[in-house]
């Protein structure tokens, strides 16, 4: 699978959207992008996938670059809640493990 | 619908010890997981299974067994414990290869 790369940390305002970003350069087309989360000492959260195309659900949106070599997780109107370790991961197709690195700590500052 | 539910919370050990880890799920997922995470460190798959009857080893099996008996059920099996093996350890299932994983609330072992 396609290793990732993210950025160690961020600080984000609370009400302000948190903009992560998540390099994978050498993914391949049937490589899926997924953004986990996980809040101190708790289990990972899945929030969202994708292929190519641009998706949203309830909690986030994320946007993949034309050329699928980076992707970016909005988060719109953070909260302190949201202060968490973001996980980038990419897995292709039919792959059944995911392998987690070491993710984002995005802290929401009050 | 309780999702994935791990037993126990917390769990000291003495080297040598051995215990089994529970984990259970009430979603009827083919697919389920356990994962170490040691401090600061992110997860590490342990081993997996997709389907009862069925297990594999995934990056760090060494010193754990599993099985799969039911649907439901994911027993992790510690043998001797070592000072090593002391990390928290999360479950996980899904219904579908690539749609999310749901994780249970963790077991914080401690070998001493």
């Known amino acids: 699978d396609a290793k990732t790369t993210q950025p160690t940390s961020m600080d984000c305002a609370e009400g302000r959207a948190a903009n992560l970003p998540c390099n994978h350069s050498t993914i391949s087309g049937n490589e899926y992008v997924y953004w986990y989360r996980q809040i101190h000492s708790q289990g990972p959260q899945y929030i969202i996938h994708?292929?190519?195309n641009n998706e949203t659900n309830e909690m986030a949106s994320l946007i993949i670059t034309e050329d699928r070599k980076s992707s970016t997780l909005i988060l719109p109107h953070a909260t302190l809640r949201d202060t968490a370790v973001y996980y980038c991961?990419?897995?292709?197709?039919?792959?059944?493990?995911?392998?987690f690195g070491t993710g984002t700590r995005l802290t929401i500052i009050p | 619908n309780a999702g994935v539910t791990q037993t126990p919370k917390f769990r000291i050990l003495k080297i040598g010890q051995s215990m089994t880890l529970q984990c259970t799920q009430d979603?009827?997922?083919?697919?389920m997981y356990w994962y170490r995470q040691d401090p600061g460190m992110g997860l590490k798959l342990i081993y997996y299974s997709v389907g009862a009857g069925i297990t594999d080893k995934g990056e760090v099996p060494n010193g754990y067994n599993v099985s799969r008996s039911t649907t439901e059920d994911f027993p992790l099996r510690l043998e001797l414990a070592a000072p090593s093996q002391t990390s928290v350890y999360f479950c996980?299932?899904?219904?579908?290869?690539?749609?999310?994983?749901?994780f249970g609330s963790g077991t914080r072992l401690t070998v001493v």
């Open positions: 991961i990419v897995n292709h197709f039919g792959n059944e493990k995911l392998t």
């Open positions: 979603m009827n997922h083919n697919y």
């Open positions: 994708g292929l190519k």
């Open positions: 996980a299932s899904t219904g579908r290869v690539n749609y999310g994983y749901t």
